[in-house]
């Protein structure tokens, strides 16, 4: 695991770290990184164990407006692709992930725009 250390003793994770353990992970530290560093997000995909909401959320072309994307590739990963490198989700479920997500993204949206951020 990479020696960075960032608030509340979250590891600030590398492609690398993401590869060397596989399946490690869980949910607060991967949310935490993708967040606030600088991941493939097809690393992140073929290498660990990740919920439908951090898929959809995240993941599923690199997130709201490709904010998560870290490379051209990271903004062209499909439900379908996910389906495929996480065979414990359903597509019932990232369905019901992507409504969730969705209706956050349109709040934060319509945040961002009343507060002059857009």
């Not at 509340?8 to 993708?34: A, G």
């Not at 290498?47 to 909401?53: A, F, G, I």
């Not at 407006?65 to 479920?93: F, K, L, V």
Request: overall charge negative.
């Amino acid at each position: 695991m990479s020696e960075t250390k960032e608030t509340n003793d979250i590891p600030k994770l590398t492609d690398k770290d993401i590869r060397n353990h596989p399946y490690m992970y869980d949910t607060k530290i991967i949310e935490w990184n993708i967040k606030h560093s600088c991941l493939s997000l097809r690393t992140l995909v073929r290498y660990q164990k990740l919920t439908p909401y951090i898929c959809a959320k995240y993941v599923v072309f690199g997130g709201r407006n490709e904010m998560y994307a870290d490379c051209r590739e990271d903004a062209w990963i499909s439900t379908s692709e996910i389906i495929g490198y996480q065979p414990h989700i359903t597509m019932e479920e990232m369905y019901e992930a992507h409504r969730i997500a969705d209706e956050e993204d349109r709040l934060e949206d319509e945040m961002d725009e009343s507060s002059g951020r857009k």
